[in-house]
């Protein structure tokens, strides 16, 4: 039951990878590195779907605060007349979206955060 739930949530994230010898290898394999196994163990351990959702352009989430203060030099006027730091990101995006720098599909306006 618990698989199909986290199937369903698209990303999982393992928290532990871990040094695990297999059943009925010796201990004199020890840190030989066998190429099929760790690429497994980077799938198993969702690595490579943390890179997968980097890779579609939404890496990371940063607070309105933040992001006006890195890109308000990129539409200053209507940053100046923004209401709330959320107003003031919104606003930058939007002057963005209009000068023909970002597309409205490469960000997301949230409630507390842009990505």
């Known amino acids: 039951m618990w698989i199909n739930w986290a199937i369903s949530c698209g990303a999982c994230f393992v928290q532990d990878f871990g040094n695990h010898i297999p059943y009925g290898y010796h201990k004199s394999n020890l840190g030989v590195i066998e190429a099929n196994l760790v690429l497994n163990q980077l799938t198993c351990n969702g690595v490579l779907e ?3 959702i ?10 309105y605060e933040d992001f006006k203060h890195r890109y308000a030099i990129l539409a200053a006027d209507p940053v100046k007349k923004a209401k709330s730091d959320k107003d003031a990101g919104e606003k ?3 002057a963005l979206m209009k000068n023909g720098s970002i597309k409205a599909e490469d960000f997301q306006c949230g409630l507390t ?3």
Do not use: D, H, T
């Open 113 to 115: 955060k842009v990505r």
């Open 92 to 94: 930058i995006a939007e």
């Open 50 to 52: 943390g890179i997968r």
């Open 54 to 63: 980097c890779r579609k352009g939404f890496p990371n989430r940063m607070p």
